[in-house]
């Protein structure tokens, strides 16, 4: 927290889950706190691991007595008229989001970059919302939209005949990169966030699609790039550049103990592909798929307490 300009609500709902599981009570409580600051209300205490803060009857208390005055502090942190401009944004934009034919893209299009220009004179006057890294609905809503006028630009820039279509020409430039850049480097916006707003509907994504080999000799899951040893260099140092980790031997293990992956069951997959001498491809791939899910289940389910991040494509 010391590291960083702002903090994001999961990683102080992860520190008071770890705070908790350490039975580690003024900082639990401590943590409790700020999280009635980033959004939480009196009603999101009442799923677990929070049992643990509510046994301890007389903090517990104090907790309450406190509650409505932090409640207050959160409250003032929010400018409902600025959040019903980007909400009322968010509608028209979600009412253009599936075209289906080149007629309904066109118009999207078009729709999009309108908005792009109403919600970058809203920055521009406002600034960049700080409730992105709250716990509030509006923003994933942000990230979606922000998304879409990304990729208007991206498929442009990438797309020779719509840069010689009069209809796409005006559309190029329409401040919305400008803005999360600004926004990540303010920390306002996570790596893997930016990432997926930056590049998206980019044919070549600039930080590298992860994919995984599965070393059956090994029982080893290992974390690659498929690209050219050139390339690799390049999107890892990209990655580098924006705080997420590069993709090599060196970094293998820590991707790959932060997921599922870390107990993926070989010997069970091996043993059952062993037992099923005249199974078809599909057959073991099912197999496959189904000890595979019930590893990825089990976890997440262990794991329920925490706000998991994503490993960062």
């Not at 009570?25 to 209300?41: I, S, T």
């Not at 970059?113 to 409730?131: A, M, R, T």
Request: proline share 4%; charged share 30%.
């Amino acid at each position: 927290f010391k590291n960083y300009p702002h903090s994001f609500y999961k990683d102080v709902h992860n520190a008071c889950v770890c705070a908790i599981k350490l039975n580690r009570q003024k900082e639990a409580f401590e943590f409790a706190r700020m999280l009635v600051l980033y959004g939480y209300e009196l009603t999101d205490f009442d799923k677990e691991p929070f049992e643990y803060l509510k046994s301890k009857e007389k903090l517990w208390e104090k907790f309450v007595s406190e509650y409505l005055n932090l409640r207050k502090k959160y409250l003032q942190t929010i400018d409902e008229e600025q959040r019903k401009c980007y909400h009322n944004i968010f509608v028209v934009d979600q009412s253009v989001a599936h075209p289906k034919t080149d007629k309904e893209y066109r118009q999207s299009d078009s729709v999009f970059y309108d908005l792009s220009i109403k919600l970058s004179e809203l920055v521009k006057n406002n600034g960049f919302p700080n409730w992105i890294i709250n716990k509030d609905t509006m923003s994933i809503k942000l990230v979606v939209m922000l998304s879409h006028y990304c990729g208007l630009e991206n498929r442009i820039k990438e797309d020779p005949n719509l840069q010689n279509d009069c209809l796409y020409v005006s559309m190029l430039d329409n401040r919305i990169h400008a803005i999360v850049d600004h926004a990540f480097n303010a920390g306002l916006m996570l790596p893997d966030t930016y990432v997926g707003v930056s590049t998206y509907l980019m044919n070549k994504n600039l930080y590298g699609k992860i994919s995984f080999q599965f070393d059956w000799d090994k029982e080893k899951v290992i974390p690659v790039l498929n690209l050219t040893p050139e390339e690799v260099i390049q999107v890892n140092n990209n990655r580098k550049s924006i705080g997420l980790p590069p993709i090599n031997s060196d970094t293998e293990s820590m991707i790959i103990n932060t997921t599922w992956f870390k107990r993926f069951p070989f010997k069970k997959i091996k043993k059952a592909m062993a037992e099923c001498k005249n199974c078809t491809s599909d057959e073991i791939r099912k197999i496959t798929m189904e000890f595979a899910f019930e590893v990825k289940e089990k976890y997440q389910k262990e794991n329920s307490h925490f706000i998991l991040h994503t490993i960062g494509e």
